[in-house]
């Protein structure tokens, strides 16, 4: 498990990490991409750089436009997402987002959070607790993923991670998530209204 968050680090990140907050940046994809590679403050990761893309999507979004979209075209088994890093202190919390899912058959779109031992993401940090969420409908119309747990001791930060996941039974393909209107609400802070 530990692996995976050294996996993150090591695979998907370029450029260097800012140091995790007690909010989310940019939760509601609104903020303009033009001059970024990528949504402002989210990372991305592409599984093995194969069929994937992660772009801003100015087009659809929830409640207004701004969204990021994930998808994927080729077969097999793959993950493909948006992360951030958040500091996060032990007890409970609460993490949604919207998401409108376009997807072929064995395809899903999930909402991840991963929380560490440490108040930043490093290679270094040990998993305490992952837990996810996928969607339940698959007409492009926008849900609510939720995650509620309780963060345990020695809690200080965690991923957050906005996901296109393929099983190997996934065929060549378009398949399309949306994400967006993502709340994060925690002992740290509690920031659930957005417009």
Not at 166 to 171: F, I, L, S, V
Request: proline letters at 8%; glycine letters at 6%; a negative charge.
């Amino acid at each position: 498990m530990q692996a995976l968050a050294s996996l993150l680090l090591a695979a998907a990140w370029m450029e260097p990490m800012p140091p995790p907050l007690a909010v989310l940046r940019n939760p509601d994809f609104d903020t303009d991409p033009v001059t970024a590679p990528a949504p402002t403050n989210w990372r991305w990761y592409l599984d093995s750089g194969t069929g994937g893309e992660l772009v801003w999507d100015a087009a659809i979004g929830s409640p207004v436009a701004g969204s990021g979209r994930v998808r994927n075209f080729r077969s097999g088994a793959r993950e493909d997402f948006w992360a951030q890093c958040v500091r996060l202190a032990p007890g409970p919390f609460t993490l949604r987002a919207a998401v409108s899912p376009q997807l072929k058959a064995n395809a899903s779109c999930e909402l991840r959070i991963e929380v560490l031992n440490q108040p930043d993401c490093n290679t270094t940090a040990g998993l305490l607790l992952t837990a996810s969420v996928a969607n339940t409908t698959n007409n492009a119309g926008f849900e609510t993923l939720e995650i509620t747990r309780t963060a345990p001791l020695r809690s200080g930060a965690a991923w957050v991670s906005l996901i296109h996941r393929q099983t190997t039974a996934a065929e060549p393909g378009y398949s399309y998530c949306h994400f967006d209107h993502v709340e994060w609400d925690s002992q740290l802070l509690f920031s659930g209204s957005f417009e």
